[in-house]
T-cell receptor
Framework: AQKVTQAQTEISVVEKEDVTLDCVYE???????LFWYKQPPSGELVFLIR??????QNEISGRYSWNFQKSTSSFNFTITASQVVDSAVYFC?????????????FGKGTRLHILP | DAGVIQSPRHEVTEMGQEVTLRCKPI?????LFWYRQTMMRGLELLIY????????DSGMPEDRFSAKMPNASFSTLKIQPSEPRDSAVYFC???????????????FGPGTRLTVL
C-alpha cells in the first residue's frame, strides 16, 4: 500500500536559516510520482513540484530545492535562506502511476514557522 | 488562466440544513476531485470524477454526502442533512487526463470553509 510519512509535525527556524522538510514514502510500484504542495495561512493549496520515479536528479527553483533518493525512499525539500513568507504547512504526496485508483496520497503535513 | 473556482468561500449553516458546495474545474481538465480537510484527519479524498463520471466515492463519509458532475465545467458536493462534525474546509481540485493521465498534477481551488452550528 502507498504511504507518505512526514515525521516533522512542526518546525520553527529564524529567518535566513536553511530548513529541510523530510518526506518518506512507501510504494510497491516502480513507476510513481511525488509532489510537494504549500498551504500558506490564507488556506489555499499551492502546487510546488512533481517528480516521477525515473528522474532522480535534484531540482532547484530559486531558494527551493528537492532531493529525491530512491535508495532511501525519500523526497526531501530544502528552503535556503528562509523568509517569513515561507511560513506555511507543506505537504508531500505520492501517486502510483500504474495503480488502479488514480489517487494522490498526502502526508500529514509539516507546519513551518519562519521567525523574524 | 482561471484556476479552479469554488463557491461559496465561506458557509455557515445550522444543523439539519442542506449545504451545496460548487466547483468549476480548470478548462480542459478531465479529472475532478473533492477533498475535506480537518485538523484531526488532515486532507481526505472524498470522491473523484473522470470525464464527468464518478470513479471512486469510497471516501464519502456517509449517505448524507452526495456529489454530481453534470458537465465538464461544473460539480457539486451536497450534504443533507448537515451535522456539526461536517465542519471543515472542502477543496475541489482538477487535473489533466491523457497519457500521463492518472498521476498528473492536481490544482486546487481556494476551498470552502463550512461551519455547521
Amino acid at each position: 500500500a502507498q504511504k507518505v510519512t512526514q515525521a516533522q509535525t512542526e518546525i520553527s527556524v529564524v529567518e535566513k536559516e536553511d530548513v529541510t522538510l523530510d518526506c518518506v514514502y512507501e510504494t510497491r510500484d516502480t513507476t510513481y510520482y511525488l509532489f510537494w504542495y504549500k498551504q500558506p495561512p490564507s488556506g489555499e493549496l499551492v502546487f510546488l513540484i512533481r517528480r516521477n520515479s525515473f528522474d532522480e536528479q535534484n531540482e532547484i527553483s530559486g531558494r527551493y530545492s528537492w532531493n529525491f533518493q530512491k535508495s532511501t525512499s525519500s523526497f526531501n525539500f530544502t528552503i535556503t535562506a528562509s523568509q517569513v513568507v515561507d511560513s506555511a504547512v507543506y505537504f508531500c504526496a505520492l501517486s502510483e502511476a500504474v495503480n488502479r485508483d488514480d489517487k494522490i496520497i498526502f502526508g500529514k503535513g509539516t507546519r513551518l514557522h519562519i521567525l523574524p | 488562466d482561471a484556476g479552479v473556482i469554488q463557491s461559496p468561500r465561506h458557509e455557515v449553516t445550522e444543523m439539519g440544513q442542506e449545504v451545496t458546495l460548487r466547483c468549476k474545474p480548470i478548462s480542459g481538465h478531465d479529472y475532478l476531485f473533492w477533498y475535506r480537510q480537518t485538523m484531526m484527519r488532515g486532507l481526505e479524498l472524498l470522491i473523484y470524477f473522470n470525464n464527468n463520471v464518478p470513479i471512486d466515492d469510497s471516501g464519502m463519509p456517509e449517505d448524507r454526502f452526495s456529489a454530481k458532475m453534470p458537465n465538464a465545467s461544473f460539480s457539486t458536493l451536497k450534504i443533507q442533512p448537515s451535522e456539526p462534525r461536517d465542519s471543515a474546509v472542502y477543496f475541489c481540485a482538477s487535473s489533466l487526463g491523457g497519457t500521463s493521465g492518472r498521476s498528473d498534477t492536481q490544482y486546487f481551488g481556494p476551498g470552502t470553509r463550512l461551519t455547521v452550528l
